[in-house]
């Protein structure tokens, strides 16, 4: 999935907490949150306010949060996860490694792979 693909899929999804997101739309949307916020950030240092930055953050807070919470199905990992972040430093390295680790190979109970069936033909048992 390349950037332009992954950021209207996070915006089209910015409610839907439900599925799973590849670690590419997932890192796609942070960086191109991350120029919109800086984009928003200088556009307030020029005109000498902060609403931009501040409307910056209100409109990506929702599909940020839905991107993230996918990216956990993905891994196979509850929702429920995202709150870990609030424990100081090993919340953040526990997310990162979540959000770094790769896609389960096939379908698991949050839906398909969004990579496609990466699991490859059927073995006799």
């Excluded at 997932?26 to 240092?45: G, K, P, T």
């Excluded at 956990?72 to 959000?99: A, E, K, N, S, Y």
Aim: proline letters at 5%; glycine letters at 8%.
């Amino acid at each position: 999935m390349g950037f332009t693909e992954a950021t209207s899929t996070c915006l089209k999804k910015s409610v839907d907490w439900s599925g799973r997101a590849s670690r590419s739309e997932f890192w796609w949307f942070e960086l191109a949150q991350l120029i919109f916020i800086v984009i928003a950030a200088i556009i307030d240092q020029i005109v000498g306010t902060q609403i931009f930055y501040i409307l910056a953050i209100i409109a990506l807070i929702l599909p940020s949060i839905a991107v993230f919470i996918r990216r956990l199905h993905d891994t196979d990992r509850t929702g429920w996860w995202f709150w870990i972040q609030l424990l100081p430093l090993i919340g953040l390295i526990v997310i990162l490694v979540f959000m770094l680790t790769g896609s389960d190979a096939g379908d698991n109970k949050y839906g398909p792979n969004p990579q496609g069936s990466a699991a490859g033909p059927p073995t006799a048992a």
